[in-house]
């Protein structure tokens, strides 16, 4: 694959109903899949989960998510930059009907698996909010698909939220080799949205580089809508801008018998680490925080 097969501009990867789509066999790999469903007022949507497990994951708007004889109504919320939102994971083998009576936008994260567990409803209250990094590589991660904070069989999904002019995803890392206990071979998708400011749309830089020769070499001016296949390499940094915060859902899934993010730091940059006890967190964040109390 060229460096430009890795970075998807907005609209390059759409297919149907799907703003994104992202399939394993698209992406050349084995288990990651991203897709952007956009629905009108009144819209619905239905499909199959086939081999894979998903997480519906509102972006914009509100939608009610119907499965397994259940339907769980999503709140969601108005952006990506404007709270964290409750979701909808829903097991492989299944038929699956999303509607919106208001309309909006819905990302569907989502893994091939083996194990078929049941469907479920994530609480936004239930949502880990992380703060990571100091001064300028702060950024804050909803943690709603972490392999600690809810279960799945492969699929790991998180969001970060990057203030402008701050690097996130940084040192670089990788996790492309099974080393256990030190690192996990998992694919990533990176899907991205670009807050606009000065009624100007924003934008954003990402960088993989190689960790093995002939290896993943992108770097990569991103906008909202963009997304970018990481099937191994260094990735990191991800820059945001100034005025402009950098938000983008990372979707991962690998082969290993243990569902865990482990990851190794570039060794010419895992130094700033040592830097940041001496730095306040950025003062800007949390861009916001779950809520307060029990399930919606």
């Not at 701050?166 to 690192?183: A, I, L, Q, T, V």
């Not at 990533?188 to 990402?206: M, N, Q, R, S, V």
């Not at 906008?223 to 801008?241: E, F, K, Q």
Request: charged share 20%; hydrophobic share 35%; with cysteine.
């Amino acid at each position: 694959m060229t460096s430009t097969s890795f970075h998807l501009p907005a609209g390059s990867a759409a297919d149907g109903p799907y703003a994104v789509d992202i399939d394993p066999k698209k992406a050349g790999w084995g288990y990651s899949g991203l897709r952007v469903l956009e629905l009108p007022p009144g819209g619905w949507h239905t499909f199959g989960t086939e081999d894979s497990e998903w997480i519906v994951l509102p972006l914009s708007g509100a939608c009610t998510v119907a499965t397994e004889g259940e339907a769980f109504r999503l709140h969601g919320r108005e952006s990506v930059f404007a709270g964290v939102t409750d979701f909808a994971y829903v097991p492989r083998d299944t038929q699956v009907s999303i509607a919106s009576r208001g309309g909006g936008r819905f990302a569907l994260a989502g893994a091939r698996c083996e194990r078929r567990l049941p469907a479920r409803y994530g609480p936004a209250s239930h949502v880990p909010v992380e703060l990571r990094g100091a001064g300028n590589c702060s950024r804050q991660v909803n943690n709603f698909g972490a392999a600690g904070a809810f279960e799945a069989d492969r699929l790991i999904a998180v969001e970060v939220l990057t203030p402008g002019g701050n690097w996130s995803s940084y040192p670089p890392h990788k996790h492309d080799e099974d080393r256990p206990g030190e690192e996990s071979e998992l694919e990533e998708i990176y899907y991205f949205e670009i807050a606009p400011a000065h009624d100007t749309e924003g934008l954003g830089y990402h960088r993989v580089s190689p960790s093995r020769t002939g290896g993943t070499d992108v770097l990569a001016e991103v906008r909202t809508g963009d997304a970018v296949l990481i099937p191994d390499g260094w990735h990191g940094p991800s820059i945001a801008a100034p005025g402009h915060g950098m938000y983008y859902l990372n979707v991962m899934a690998g082969p290993g018998a243990e569902r865990a993010w482990l990851i190794c730091d570039h060794p010419d940059h895992t130094w700033i680490r040592s830097t940041w006890p001496e730095q306040p967190v950025d003062p800007r964040l949390p861009l916001y925080e779950a809520p307060a109390g029990g399930p919606q």
